[in-house]
């Protein structure tokens, strides 16, 4: 049996960005694809709980979680987020303004991705988006505009429309070869 792609969905870790996520989440359930978040609340939240609960997925919700900063591997508290099926845990601190520092999970979120979709968030998803550009991965920001994700990187295209976010991930996705 073919291994599923692996679609990174990266957001603001506070804001749910309903009904945007929920949207996003439930598509790539239907996609056959296993989904991909930080493993926290907000938008990861938002994005796990769609995808988890649409009937017929084949895909596993799949957390990749910080460490509380002392370095350890237990979890930030609120991590994992009820919704995520596999959690992987790090000894990876730092997130924010601190995402593409090399003890950030994000270059694993980013890395383990096959595409990665940014819905609105803040300093640690421009820095997500910072570090898809560095390791060229297929990345599109799944937003009304660019404005809802402070710097994010000029090599990241914008789609504003759910129908061309479809179109891009799709095209991305034909592209892999698992």
Same mark, same amino acid.
């Given at each position: 049996m073919?291994? @599923?792609? +692996?679609? /990174?969905?990266? *957001?603001?870790?506070?804001?749910? #960005? ?6 996003? /989440?439930s ?13 926290? *609340? ?9 995808? #988890? !609960?649409?009937? /017929? ?5 799949? =957390? &990749? ?8 591997? !237990?979890?930030?508290?609120? $991590?994992?987020?009820?919704? &995520? ?6 000894? @990876?601190?730092?997130? /924010? ?10 270059h ?6 096959? &595409? ?7 300093? =640690?998803?421009?820095? !997500?988006? !910072?570090?898809?550009?560095? $390791? ?5 920001? $799944? ?17 504003s ?6 179109? +891009? &991930?799709?095209?991305a ?6």
């Amino acid at each position: 049996m073919a291994q @599923l792609p +692996i679609v /990174g969905v990266m *957001g603001s870790g506070t804001d749910a #960005h309903e009904p945007r996520a929920q949207q996003v /989440g439930s598509w790539l359930a239907t996609e056959g694809v296993h989904l991909l978040t930080g493993g926290g *609340g907000g938008v990861m939240a938002s994005v796990s709980r769609a995808f #988890h !609960e649409t009937p /017929g997925r084949r895909g596993l919700v799949i =957390g &990749v979680l910080p460490s509380r900063p002392s370095a350890s591997s !237990e979890p930030k508290p609120g $991590y994992p987020n009820p919704w &995520v099926e596999i959690p992987i845990y790090t000894h @990876l601190p730092f997130s /924010g303004e601190r995402g593409t520092d090399p003890l950030s999970r994000n270059h694993i979120n980013v890395l383990t991705s096959d &595409v990665v979709i940014f819905l609105p968030g803040a300093a =640690g998803t421009a820095s !997500e988006a !910072e570090l898809a550009v560095s $390791y060229q991965r297929p990345a599109v920001a $799944y937003l009304a505009s660019r404005s809802e994700i402070p710097d994010l990187a000029p090599g990241v295209p914008v789609a504003s429309s759910f129908d061309e976010l479809q179109r +891009i &991930v799709r095209a991305a996705l034909s592209r892999v070869a698992r």
